[in-house]
């Protein structure tokens, strides 16, 4: 059984640029969270996705940034009109749809690297 | 001071001895969870402690749950150098709104020295 995929594994955008980060969960999961870690710091959440739904968006700006979970395919986060405090790792966890209490397993993330 | 600190920030130990590192939240929970981030990588789940339990064990790991000083403890017995890593404990608050949502600490950063 696959883990939790992530793609790109790093990606370099100028500021202004679009980024498009990609999670496709483990098999059998339905519930999506998106969290965000700043160097030397621990993981911020962002946003809970389940399927053609988000649940919580409270931990994701505004502007700029958005999350989807399609019917088909993985989940999505964009960040458009990219700046330099967007460089970050983020992580991408999926669980099982028995609940929100059940463990979450991580990607192994996706750095981005605005220049 | 946020939900889920961990203390100490950083733990310089020897092979072979044991590593403790500790937790403390804020609020009432439904479970903590202690993960292991290697240097440049993803997150590794280590233990869940549900909050009406009290200790948990997984191989050389030892996790507690005290909820009514809001702390937990992991315990790495003879340690190795492939422990060097940071880990944090994250906790899934109750009257989150049932969203599943982890609050995570900063994180103590453990080098096992061979």
């Known amino acids: 059984n696959a883990g939790v995929m992530q793609n790109p594994r790093h990606l370099v955008r100028r500021r202004g640029q679009e980024a498009r980060l990609r999670c496709s969960p483990m098999?059998?999961?339905?519930?999506v969270y998106w969290y965000r870690q700043l160097p030397e710091e621990g993981l911020k959440f962002m946003v809970y996705l389940q399927k053609e739904n988000i649940i919580d968006e409270s931990g994701m700006p505004k502007e700029r940034f958005s999350a989807e979970f399609p019917k088909e395919g993985p989940s999505i986060l964009r960040i458009q009109q990219v700046v330099r405090g967007d460089s970050a790792a983020y992580f991408c966890?999926?669980?099982?749809?028995?609940?929100?209490?059940?463990?979450?397993?991580f990607g192994p993330g996706t750095r981005l690297l605005v220049l | 001071s946020q939900q889920g600190e961990e203390d100490p920030q950083a733990l310089s130990i020897q092979e072979g001895e044991n590593a403790t590192m500790n937790c403390s939240y804020k609020?009432?929970?439904?479970?903590l969870q202690w993960y292991r981030q290697n240097s440049g990588r993803g997150l590794v789940h280590l233990i869940l402690?549900?909050?009406?339990?009290r200790e948990k064990h997984s191989g050389r790991l030892r996790v507690t749950l005290d909820t009514s000083k809001k702390s937990s403890s992991l315990l790495i017995t003879a340690s190795r150098a492939a422990d060097t890593a940071s880990y944090f404990c994250?906790?899934?608050?109750?009257?989150?709104?049932?969203?599943?949502?982890?609050?995570f600490g900063q994180g103590t950063t453990l080098q096992v020295k061979p």
């Open positions: 966890a999926s669980s099982r749809p028995s609940g929100v209490q059940e463990t979450q397993y």
């Open positions: 994250a906790t899934l608050p109750t009257g989150s709104g049932n969203t599943g949502k982890l609050i």
């Open positions: 609020t009432s929970i439904n479970n």
């Open positions: 402690i549900r909050s009406n339990e």
């Open positions: 098999k059998g999961h339905s519930h």
